[in-house]
């Protein structure tokens, strides 16, 4: 038996073990990869990236808007992000008249920089393992007790954290549930645009180039923190100050040398490494097509639109762009996986696991049977997720007229309250600005197309699955006709009119009448009552499942460094420059120059448009201080493990310099969310002299990167 369980051990350490450039690792925690990372050429020490009691690297680290990341460049509070992150602030400042996104936008000085009401920026203040805490006085119970009492737990630690400070705290399980850590911020609320280049620069390469290498995307753009005169957070006034932060990082323009240490630090969003193989084989095989051929639809209307005029492009950018990532992402992912074929890698996985864990008496009693319960709970609810995904790509990513359908939903419920309060008249202006806004973003005609053809295709995906009495009794092309040339939802002029002569039979007649809110409704409700319920108790029970393989594979192999998977908190993770070689006979080069931007242009694919300065400054080479050995470079990828939020994230060098910002992976690397391969996972980086040379040499926004600490 000792003699098996040696040979089982020393499988599963193989099979699943960590490289050094695998995981995102918590930032309280890095000091146990320390040495890891200064054998691959890191100078700093791990108190130098993450301190409590004195400024460090994640004190330049801001979760911006909350979902990407961003990085101060200055003591001027000068914050640095994707220009994708920053596209919807682009395009909300934007027009026919003062169109940024075709032709970029520099504020001269402080007094032009563009206020974004909403837009935030949080700091990291601390991170804390409050395990025992949250778990307290939980032994023995099960379901809803020990939940309850978890909660509980929870939100006394919270109050207590809070308490006569500024910050906000969050307390998040990590790994299911087995670890509980505290998320302490400071969340900044006047944010205001600086400037950004042209979607030529910014979004070069378009849907073409998106996860794609070679890349030659300027994906980044400029904002500023501001604060209250006593450096704290504070809503937008006029009064406000440029904020002074605790650290911010030197912008390093020295030459890039292959093989040199690269380190992310940044909110990845999702990762699900610990997924089971029916699991993965239900993503691969039936729930990303799906949705793949949901958004290519949309996508292929919306396309169309954008190209046939200028005012639709500005409209539908920021709309298309959140469509069309997913999309493309899903493609390489399936692709990804099968090239390395993920589904034979989870069943060795699992197949070493179920040995292991049978192998001694009390860990079969915990662990022997989890793999397997995993697999048949996926069989068991794998229609109702599936029902589920379908679902959210329809009502939420499709047609727009269900969003404002949405909204006067809540408006309709809250008639009554807002009537006897005397609150309806502020109500209602609050629906007519909220309807002006929607209204200025959208056309009629891409909505009506978008709607036949996913009304159409949900029907067709749901099958016998529960679906609404009108999509049953109606045919897509009949509901769209009578919607889109009635219904208040999709009009402006139609709405106002409603709007202004409104009444509680209106509103009565709206939900009875109006088939674009009841397409809404009956969808929105079947959602609600015959899949929300079995798809909460399918996650419960994973969720359940999960926790258990976790702390099998915790207990079972203490000597194996795990990290937890992504779930928005601050995370870093480490690797090296480097290029890679996916696929049999192709080799990819580490970094792209501005002659590929030429290049590109040169094919007439729409999306390589260039504004002619940019041909200019090349054909001259007009590098300024920013070349290397002749070249420009552009990008440059890393074998840095990073996932969506990562977007805008520093990459940063082995001294703490910031070498460019991470806005992508390869398509090869989209398989990491759920596997990673350290020789074929790559993240996509903007050389940060790119940016600098946007700013000085393309733009004439010198003042700028005047501002930043440069590290020649």
């Known amino acids: 038996m000792k003699r098996f369980l040696l040979v089982a051990i020393i499988a599963l350490t193989s099979i699943f073990k960590s490289v050094a450039e695998e995981g995102m690792l918590i930032p309280s925690l890095i000091k146990a990869f320390e040495s890891d990372m200064q054998a691959m050429g890191m100078k700093l020490t791990a108190q130098e990236i993450y301190d409590v009691n004195n400024s460090s690297l994640k004190d330049a680290i801001l979760h911006f808007g909350g979902g990407c990341t961003a990085e101060l460049v200055s003591g001027e509070g000068l914050l640095l992000t994707n220009h994708h992150c920053g596209y919807s602030q682009i395009q909300s400042h934007s027009s026919l008249e003062n169109d940024y996104l075709k032709y970029g936008f520099w504020a001269k000085d402080k007094k032009e920089e563009k206020v974004n009401p909403g837009l935030t920026a949080s700091r990291v203040v601390r991170i804390q393992d409050v395990t025992k805490d949250a778990l307290f006085g939980t032994e023995g119970l099960q379901g809803l007790e020990f939940s309850n009492k978890i909660q509980k737990n929870i939100a006394t630690l919270v109050a207590d954290a809070e308490n006569g400070t500024h910050y906000t705290a969050k307390i998040k399980p990590f790994n299911y549930g087995n670890e509980y850590y505290m998320i302490v911020k400071e969340t900044f609320l006047d944010v205001r645009l600086v400037g950004t280049p042209p979607n030529s620069i910014g979004k070069f390469g378009g849907d073409t180039d998106n996860w794609i290498w070679p890349r030659h995307t300027g994906d980044f753009s400029v904002f500023r923190v501001y604060s209250n005169t006593s450096n704290e957070p504070a809503e937008y006034s006029e009064s406000n100050v440029p904020y002074k932060p605790l650290h911010f990082l030197p912008v390093s323009v020295k030459n890039r040398v292959p093989g040199e240490f690269t380190m992310v630090y940044g909110f990845p969003g999702k990762t699900e490494q610990h997924l089971s193989s029916g699991n993965l084989k239900f993503y691969m095989d039936q729930e990303r097509p799906a949705r793949i051929k949901m958004r290519e639809k949309s996508l292929s209307v919306i396309d169309a639109g954008m190209r046939s005029s200028d005012a639709i492009r500005i409209k539908y950018a920021s709309k298309q762009a959140r469509i069309a990532n997913a999309w493309k992402k899903w493609i390489g992912q399936i692709g990804g996986l099968k090239t390395v074929d993920a589904m034979q890698i989870k069943l060795d996985r699992e197949k070493v696991y179920n040995n292991s864990a049978r192998g001694q008496k009390d860990w079969a009693m ?242 390589y448009e260039l504004l002619p300065r940019m041909r200019e400054l090349a054909k001259d080479k007009n590098y300024g201080d920013y070349a290397q050995d002749g070249e420009l470079w552009v990008c440059f990828t890393g074998s840095n493990h990073t996932t969506g939020g990562n977007s805008g994230s520093p990459v940063i060098d082995g001294e703490g310099n910031l070498m460019g910002l991470n806005f992508d992976r390869s398509w090869e690397s989209t398989m990491s969310d759920f596997m990673f391969d350290a020789s074929r996972c790559r993240n996509i980086t903007v050389d940060v002299r790119y940016v600098l040379w946007v700013m000085d040499i393309y733009s004439g926004a010198k003042h700028l990167v005047d501002e930043m600490t440069l590290v020649k």
Do not use: C
């Open 366 to 607: 915990k662990y022997g049977s989890v793999i397997d319960d995993m697999n048949a709970l996926v069989e068991k609810y794998k229609d109702v997720e599936f029902g589920y995904s379908m679902a959210i790509e329809y009502l939420y990513v499709g047609p727009e007229l269900f969003g404002r359908a949405r909204a006067m939903n809540e408006f309709l419920s809250a008639y009554s309250t807002l009537e006897e309060n005397g609150e309806l008249e502020a109500a209602i202006e609050k629906q007519i600005r909220g309807a002006k806004g929607f209204f200025k973003n959208y056309d009629e005609n891409i909505d009506k197309e978008i709607f036949r053809l996913l009304t159409e295709e949900y029907v067709n995906q749901i099958g016998d699955g529960p679906l609404p009495d009108i999509l049953k009794e109606n045919s897509a092309e009949e509901l769209t006709e009578i919607i889109y040339s009635k219904s208040i939802l999709t009009n402006e002029e139609r709405f106002m009119k409603f709007m202004n002569k409104l009444n509680s039979k209106s509103l009565d007649k709206l939900k009875k009448k109006d088939q674009g809110f009841k397409v809404w409704s009956g969808a929105n409700d079947t959602f609600f009552k015959e899949v929300i319920p079995d798809v909460r108790v399918y996650h419960a029970q994973m969720e359940e499942l999960l926790k258990a393989y976790v702390a099998g594979r915790m207990e079972m192999f203490p000597d194996e460094k795990m990290w937890a998977d992504a779930n928005s908190t601050m995370r870093i993770t480490y690797g090296k420059l480097e290029g890679s070689a996916p696929h049999d006979g192709m080799k990819y080069t580490e970094h792209t120059t501005i002659d590929g931007i030429i290049a590109k242009n040169n094919t007439g694919n729409p999306d």
